[in-house]
């Protein structure tokens, strides 16, 4: 039987604890800011949704590329990470501060502030933690998402008793954690090696980063447009259930970063994968059926009426297929056509809606608009991997005619 320390240890190693410490930490720094009646929950929401950008590109621009083995062998891996770090600092810099200067004109020049530096602080943190698994170790690695969190709500509790707005409770365990990593990356055992320029560092995941930028424009798009076309109270409420949704998205995240380790060889059933089908049923019945577990959240979403939550439900259904087809074209296909897949399936969705943000006005309406959508991606995603499934049984014929 193991001991308590080794199951502890483990645990810190696997992804599902640091997906869940993240997926906490955002909940409750949203709940306090709810609970408390603070002024900017709207930025508090606004702001988790932009925490996903720092997360989502540095997956895509080192993750990635370590994950299928196309990063230049004489690269010195400490240089290639920081110099994609400022470049992507560089790059989302102009989004995360305008963003919220259109979806919340009335938030003040302090509190755009304080919503977008930690936003491009985390561009580090995420970036620390993909660059200690690569020279240290998985457990490095782990740490640096996991004391963020845990800090993160620390700090949130504090702020919050004081009377200060928790916008900035990151910020603190963020330059920490970041010193901390600073003297960790030192004494990784990393051998010299090429610096690459930096512009030149985003080349070994451009077609990856590129393609999950246009993603995240759809991801950022959502509230921004809820906030546009139904107001304020449409991103409290979109936030929170999204919130809601933390188990799910955590098993969900952990599952494809599990694919990612594993690379080509990944199963296309795992036991994440049935995990995350079973929270997102579980998730549904519950908000759907208790109107007291959307209260506990937030009043906006109490408000909410059921058959919205359940619209909701269903487009969170569609999202999950959509990840793990597009997971599984990743692996399978070269990275120009997984460009072009996600390319052109991020038109489809921003094209469709583009078109309903003209006209619709009511929250319902909005959410069935979304998952008009993402049943137009699946049927793409599906589409591209038969051909990359038709792909695998043709090339082996045709190297046996060649030959």
């Given at each position: 039987m193991r001991s308590p320390l080794s199951l502890a240890g483990n645990l810190q190693r696997s992804q599902i604890s640091v997906q869940a410490l993240t997926r906490l930490s955002s909940v409750a720094v949203f709940l306090i800011a709810s609970w408390?009646?603070?002024?900017d929950l709207v930025l508090v929401a606004l702001q988790g949704t932009l925490l996903a950008i720092p997360y989502v590109l540095q997956e895509a621009l080192l993750g990635r590329p370590i994950a299928r083995g196309v990063v230049p062998p004489d690269w010195d891996p400490r240089a290639w990470a920081t110099r994609t770090a400022l470049a992507t600092t560089l790059i989302i810099a102009p989004v995360v501060v305008f963003v919220p200067l259109i979806a919340v004109p009335g938030g003040g020049g302090w509190a755009w502030a304080a919503t977008a530096v930690p936003v491009l602080l985390q561009v580090w943190i995420e970036n620390r933690y993909w660059l200690l698994n690569r020279i240290r170790s998985v457990a490095a690695g782990n740490l640096v998402p996991q004391l963020t969190a845990m800090g993160t709500v620390i700090s949130a509790v504090l702020l919050a008793a004081t009377g200060r707005s928790v916008l900035v409770a990151a910020v603190p365990a963020q330059l920490l954690v970041l010193a901390w990593a600073a003297r960790q990356c030192r004494r990784g055992a990393v051998s010299s090696g090429i610096r690459p320029a930096l512009w030149s560092s985003l080349r070994p995941g451009m077609s990856y980063g590129f393609a999950s930028a246009v993603g995240l424009m759809f991801s950022v798009a959502l509230p921004t447009l809820a906030g546009i076309c139904?107001?304020?109270?449409?991103?409290?409420?979109?936030?929170?259930?999204?919130?809601?949704?933390?188990?799910?998205?955590?098993?969900?995240?952990?599952?494809?970063?599990?694919?990612?380790?594993r690379g080509r060889i990944s199963p296309l059933f795992s036991l994440p994968k049935l995990l995350t089908i079973g929270s997102l049923l579980v998730t549904a019945v519950a908000l759907a059926?208790?109107?007291?577990?959307?209260?506990?959240?937030?009043?906006?979403?109490?408000a909410t009426a059921a058959l919205t939550v359940l619209v909701y439900c269903a487009y969170k259904l569609f999202v999950l297929v959509n990840t793990w087809q597009g997971t599984r074209h990743m692996l399978n296909a070269s990275p120009a056509r997984f460009m072009v897949t996600n390319l052109t399936a991020s038109a489809i969705a921003l094209f469709t809606i583009a078109i309903g943000a003209v006209w619709i006005r009511d929250l319902q309406l909005y959410l069935l608009l979304l998952c008009g959508s993402e049943m137009l991606l699946i049927t793409w995603y599906a589409l591209r991997n038969a051909e990359d499934r038709r792909r695998v049984h043709i090339r082996p014929r045709l190297k046996e005619m060649s030959a």
């Open positions: 408390s009646g603070h002024s139904v107001g304020g109270t449409a991103i409290v409420v979109i936030r929170a259930l999204e919130l809601v949704f933390g188990p799910f998205h955590l098993l969900l995240n952990a599952s494809v970063r599990e694919d990612l380790l059926g208790s109107s007291a577990i959307r209260r506990l959240v937030s009043e906006d979403l109490a």
